[in-house]
């Protein structure tokens, strides 16, 4: 029986767990810094739980010493630390992230170790990228290859139609990074979020746009063998665009870093615009004129809530979450509000509002 370590309890990380301990040929060991979540773990073979915050001394070196393997279910901020503390330990290491920078960080580990060091053995990429693989080899000329990939709620049952079901971090990092793609023959960097496309499956419509890493080492592997070669996710139809408003238009891919060290991190207010704006109705405000200068020169260190109720019936109207940016001073926000009928009654109460809130943020201590 091998020694296999897993690091990281959430769901893709219980689920590893469960599908090894389960087949008899492996013990397993599931790292997590949270002992909450690792309590939480359910799992129908024993398995050892050690809580651990990877980022702190030399403990998960020492726990991976002697063992056969590690596998990172973790974010993939975590990859590299994990992956270093793979080699210093002398255990092989897989992973299965989708982010391009940590991919290139695990192969540079990888030269001249003496064990294995196998990224990106996911969904995609990993299985898809393996089946594309296969399928090009069997032909003798290609031109083009499109890989639409997407993991969907079959009963989709807010704003941005979609589940979260693996890390969040991982998600909105391949909505924000880079993509590769070939085209015309040529390797080429493109945009994620962008060429949108539609399409219909079985009498369902749904979107696919472009995000970062799905490829994986693809485009090395069929360089100069295809013509056109992209990676695009599957979503239902207006995920992308509430993305790219809250990405774009609402800056929060600028802090997107930091979230970690907030006090609001990423899935909170992917979990919030899921709960809360799908009962509201689009409306774009102007807030030019509430710039604040001072903020944009600090470092994000907090996040506040505004919520504002209808005095009569107690109902939320509007929940903002401002978050303290590199730079605040964009010139429309996108915003939903409750319903039509009380947008013009809401529109001077917010503008105060929202100048109050401004002035308790500067007035915080933590900045």
């Excluded at 941005?160 to 085209?183: H, K, M, Q, R």
């Excluded at 139809?237 to 774009?248: E, Q, R, S, T």
């Excluded at 940016?325 to 319903?339: G, K, L, V």
């Amino acid at each position: 029986m091998k020694d296999v370590v897993i690091v990281g309890a959430g769901k893709i990380g219980s689920m590893i767990a469960e599908f090894l301990g389960s087949s008899g040929d492996y013990a397993v060991t599931v790292v997590d810094r949270s002992q909450q979540q690792l309590d939480r773990l359910e799992t129908s073979a024993p398995i050892k739980r050690a809580a651990l915050d990877i980022t702190q001394g030399e403990g998960l070196r020492k726990l991976l010493a002697g063992k056969f393997a590690v596998l990172s279910a973790a974010p993939y901020h975590a990859t590299r630390l994990i992956a270093e503390a793979a080699k210093a330990g002398g255990a092989h290491y897989l992973d299965l992230t989708e982010d391009v920078a940590s991919t290139r960080a695990v192969k540079q580990l990888g030269v001249g170790a003496r064990t294995a060091f196998i990224p990106q053995c996911g969904l995609a990429p990993g299985f898809i990228t393996i089946v594309a693989s296969d399928l090009a080899s069997r032909f003798d000329e290609l031109n083009d290859v499109r890989m639409r990939v997407g993991a969907l709620p079959e009963f989709p049952s807010n704003a941005l139609n979609y589940n979260l079901t693996w890390s969040t971090d991982g998600v909105i990092n391949e909505y924000c990074e880079p993509c590769e793609a070939i085209v015309n023959g040529q390797l080429r960097e493109t945009q994620p979020l962008e060429e949108l496309e539609e399409f219909s499956l079985d009498g369902i419509l749904y979107e696919a746009f472009n995000t970062s890493g799905g490829l994986g080492t693809l485009c090395e592997t069929l360089a100069g063998k295809v013509r056109n070669l992209n990676y695009r996710t599957i979503r239902y139809p207006g995920h992308a665009a509430i993305m790219k408003a809250l990405l774009n238009d609402l800056r929060l891919r600028v802090m997107r870093h930091y979230h970690r060290h907030m006090s609001c991190p990423c899935d909170h207010w992917i979990r919030s615009i899921g709960l809360t704006l799908s009962r509201c109705a689009w409306m774009r405000m102007d807030i030019a004129d509430n710039r604040e200068p001072s903020l944009a020169a600090n470092r994000p260190k907090l996040c506040e809530s505004l919520t504002m109720k209808n005095t009569n019936t107690g109902a939320v109207c509007i929940r903002i979450e401002l978050v303290v940016i590199h730079d605040i001073s964009y010139s429309q926000a996108t915003i939903r509000f409750i319903p039509k009928q009380k947008r013009s009654c809401l529109m001077t109460s917010f503008a105060s509002q929202f100048a109050i809130f401004t002035k308790r943020l500067k007035q915080s201590p933590l900045l």
